[in-house]
């Protein structure tokens, strides 16, 4: 039974950084943690991308459902640890790099990005198969409808479910940049105090920096200007 499960999107900056922040916590705390699947792109299947996201989105939503097709393969194959190991790879390739070019969001979706990585990975070469085998959508859209169960519809990723299954589950937290590690342990304790009250319901703001990532252009250690950046976190909002 693991301590917490984390439903993620690959594409997504803001459940990456939180995802290392729990890799931090998990590893001082003797967490397991289960990675589970969201699809930003099954989220918004019946939004308008032209009209409510800027260029590119659509094309990132759909390579990461392809990659989350190789992740739900990897797991029925290689069990539920290769599903970390392969987001970890994938995670440090997405958003630890300079910027892609412009107009290169939908290559994280294909083989020729994907084989590297599961190479990185310690992973067979032959997951990239899954990237076009829509036969997996219907293990990441139960899994998305899972974690919206658990939090209600009007969220984004990643959505954290604690000491499942009794546990609380929300949005969240969103964090733009990383803390320090002894810091990391003491907003943890924070955020676990606040699920484990029943009544505990949501903390929000729209205003946000950058997330600090050399994907977005921004160096880890700089300080970024704060202003209303969503990433794709949100289901119908930049």
Known sequence: MADLHFYFDPVCPFAWLTSR??????????YDVDWRFISLRLLNAHVDYDAHFPPEYEAGHTAGLRLLRVAARTREEHGRAAVGTLYEALGRRVFETEP???GTAGERGTRAYLEPVLERAGLPADLADALDDDRWDDTIRAETDEALAL??????????????????????????RLPADDDAVELWDAVVRLARFPGFAELKRSLRERPQLLAAGVQPDEVGVQEDWHGGSRRTKR
């Open 151 to 176: 939090t209600g519809k009007d969220v984004g990723t990643p959505i954290l479910h604690f000491e499942p299954p009794g546990g609380v589950a929300f949005f969240g937290p969103v964090i733009s």
């Open 21 to 30: 922040w729990v890799r931090t916590v998990a590893s001082r705390r003797e």
């Open 100 to 102: 892609d070019r412009p």
